[in-house]
């Protein structure tokens, strides 16, 4: 029988949150692996197992399994009762195909009644694998390892051992509303906090109809990314271009750019309002740009009550930008388009603003009805992993 035998880390326990977690982990699995041939998830002995149908789609399984966060590693396995006769069967059958010329068995005995030690049983399948196949044992640099668990009442022989992406399974850690803009920092941003456990429902500012559509697009095709990390998403389309148009007429240029910030991260916290999240985040890293300076971050923070998570703080351009190679959002977002913040705004904003500073600049401004007007303007789309069909 051919089972998927998922590792997480124990660490992430310690907070008494077991239960939670391993329920969050297991329902994530499903969701993940829909479509592909999961007959069955369970709990054992800490592990998650995975029961696989016959005809089961192990490479999407693999696919799908590598990316769901709270896992350690995992391996596709042969699931045998705990006897060595089993065990034996088990390599045999494992084996079969298979050219190597040295190899060591590495098992692991996860309850002490097993009537023979962890290294006994490698000796045991030591001298068993050596006689069926004729190749030599190498502890330090084996060309395969065979892997064994033995748990009460049942065991498990394994050849790979997959890492996954770790973290904590998304859903344990409440809900956050990311600022999505169509740039690199962002999308790797909303990742971080799905890494760390937490919901994310998107939020992204355009100025159509003054510019055109790529933003969207762009957006579109990045929370559709991001959505196989957290299997459902939903997206706030909101339109941006009057709102800065007011601030235009009212505010200074230098200034413009963080009153954007501010408006933005006021509509996010109506936003998260609205969906109980606790806390926004954001793509800024720290002295990136003029407006990313640590006083202006302080002046955009003073804007809301809420927490402004920012996971790239300190982080270099390169290093996101590697990031978001690995995730897959690197190639949307570098696709040319017209940022909303292109649009009305100076050369040079303002490097250090104060926060008495920007209320007097504010003060002209309606800013409760322009945050009603963002809010209540908003279009929303929904984005689900896998697509509504697979079961
Ligand atoms: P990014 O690569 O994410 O666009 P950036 O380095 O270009 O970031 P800014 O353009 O100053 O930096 O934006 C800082 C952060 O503000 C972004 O990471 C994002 O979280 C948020 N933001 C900026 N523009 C928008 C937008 N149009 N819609 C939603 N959020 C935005
Ligand atoms: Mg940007």
Not at 180 to 200: H, N, Q, T
Not at 346 to 354: A, E, G, L
């Amino acid at each position: 029988m051919r089972v998927v035998v998922v590792h997480y880390h124990e660490i992430a326990l310690k907070a008494g949150n077991r239960g939670l977690f391993i329920g969050r982990l297991m329902g994530n699995l499903r969701r993940a692996t829909g479509g592909c041939g999961v007959h069955g998830i369970r709990k054992q002995s800490g592990r998650v197992i995975l029961k696989l149908r016959r005809d089961a789609d192990w490479a999407g399984v693999r696919a799908r399994v590598a990316e769901v966060f709270g896992v350690a590693n995992f391996a596709l396995a042969i699931r045998v009762t705990p006897r060595l006769p089993d065990l034996e069967r088990a390599a045999r059958e494992g084996l079969e195909g298979r050219i190597f010329a040295s190899f060591r068995i590495t098992a692991k005995r996860a309850f002490k009644e097993f009537p023979l030690t962890s290294q006994q049983v490698n000796e045991h399948l030591g001298t068993f694998v050596r006689t069926l196949t004729g190749a030599k044992v190498d502890l330090t640099r084996p060309e395969l390892t065979v892997f064994v668990e033995v748990l009460p009442a049942e065991a498990y022989v394994y050849f790979e051992k997959i890492p996954g992406p770790g973290g904590l399974p998304v859903g344990v850690g409440g809900r956050v509303v990311a600022l999505l803009s169509g740039g690199i920092d962002s999308p790797v941003a909303a990742y971080r906090v799905m890494k760390r456990g937490c919901a994310v429902t998107f939020v992204h500012f355009h100025s159509h109809p003054f510019l055109d559509k790529t933003s969207q697009e762009k957006v579109d095709a990045l929370v559709a990314r991001l959505t196989r990390f957290q299997y459902a998403s939903r997206l706030y389309l909101v339109p941006f271009g009057e709102i800065q148009r007011e601030v235009v007429l009212g505010v200074p240029p230098p200034y413009r750019v963080v009153i954007y910030r501010r408006l933005m991260a006021r509509i996010a916290e109506q936003v998260a309002q609205k969906e109980g999240a606790l806390a926004l985040a954001t793509g800024e890293s720290l002295g990136q740009v003029a407006s990313q300076t640590l006083e202006n971050l302080v002046v955009i923070d003073a804007a809301v009550g809420l927490p402004i998570l920012r996971p790239l703080i300190g982080m270099d351009k390169d290093e996101i930008a590697s990031a978001a190679r690995a995730i897959g959002t690197f190639e949307t977002s570098i696709i040319p388009d017209q940022d909303c913040c292109t649009l009305f705004t100076p050369k040079h904003p303002v490097v250090r603003s104060t926060v008495e500073e920007i209320r007097r600049v504010e003060a002209p401004l309606d800013v409760p009805a322009l945050v009603a007007e963002g809010v209540s303007r908003a279009a929303v789309r929904e984005y689900a992993f896998p697509p509504a069909r697979a079961g």
